[in-house]
């Protein structure tokens, strides 16, 4: 069955560097775009990257760009978000998710969620 | 960037009674439209996509109707376990948007 193992979040201080990764099993990582999504405390929820299947191609939200990264490493299928600059408003739970298929339209399966806190 | 808009934002029913759930859209998506459901602690959950079609392994009870910008999530006789926060989101355009929610509680 599909799973997706979230890890890496924790508190830091405004400004700093957080990276997130996702452990995924139950299906062929390198056939699928993967996603992460966050949910500030008590809010809905925001879609924040996505990277295609072999990692060419990335797209990011507006509240992110310049300074998240999304990446991936199919060898070891894993997701990977690098969070450089954080900020106070990027405190959430930070879910990977994958994608219905190539065209990345809805999210199908879904990680635990790792909290990331940012605050001093 | 397409505003989701659901109400209402709380729904009070009663065990084995009906769910009705709404969605609007900001501007036609057609049918690019997903619901999921989050329980407390928990992922979300996708429920239905394509506005209408059911995902894999959920209840018949769960269903999904509309096109454009109106859409409806229908849960027909209300188990002890569909207590949750439901969201809608488009796929119409980027970037993928949410609905604020619509939390169903017991009555």
């Known amino acids: 069955q599909v799973q997706l193992v979230d890890s890496g979040g924790g508190v830091v201080q405004p400004g700093r560097s957080l990276r997130l990764s996702c452990a995924a099993s139950?299906?062929?990582?390198?056939?699928?775009?993967m996603h992460w999504l966050r949910q500030a405390p008590g809010k809905g929820l925001e879609w924040v990257a996505v990277?295609?299947?072999?990692?060419?191609?990335?797209y990011y939200a507006d509240s992110v760009k310049g300074r998240f990264t999304i990446s991936r490493d199919n060898s070891k299928n894993t997701l990977y978000l690098q969070m450089n600059s954080l900020r106070p408003e990027d405190t959430a739970v930070y879910y990977c998710a994958k994608s219905d298929s190539s065209t990345w339209y809805y999210f199908d399966y879904w990680g635990q969620g790792t909290l990331v806190t940012v605050s001093s | 960037e397409i505003v989701m808009t659901q109400s209402p934002a709380t729904l009070s029913v009663s065990p084995g009674e009906r769910a009705t759930l709404s969605c609007r859209a900001s501007q036609s998506v057609s049918s690019d439209l997903a619901w999921y459901q989050q329980k407390p602690g928990q992922a979300p959950r996708l429920l239905i996509y394509?506005?209408?079609t059911r995902a894999t392994g959920i209840p018949a009870r769960f269903s999904g109707s509309g096109s454009g910008t109106e859409f409806t999530l229908t849960i027909t006789s209300l188990q002890s376990e569909d207590f949750a926060v439901y969201y809608c989101q488009q796929y119409n355009i980027w970037p993928r948007t949410f609905g604020q929610g619509t939390k169903v509680e017991i009555k």
């Open positions: 990277i295609s299947d072999d990692g060419g191609n990335k």
């Open positions: 139950g299906f062929i990582f390198s056939n699928y775009g």
């Open positions: 394509g506005a209408s």
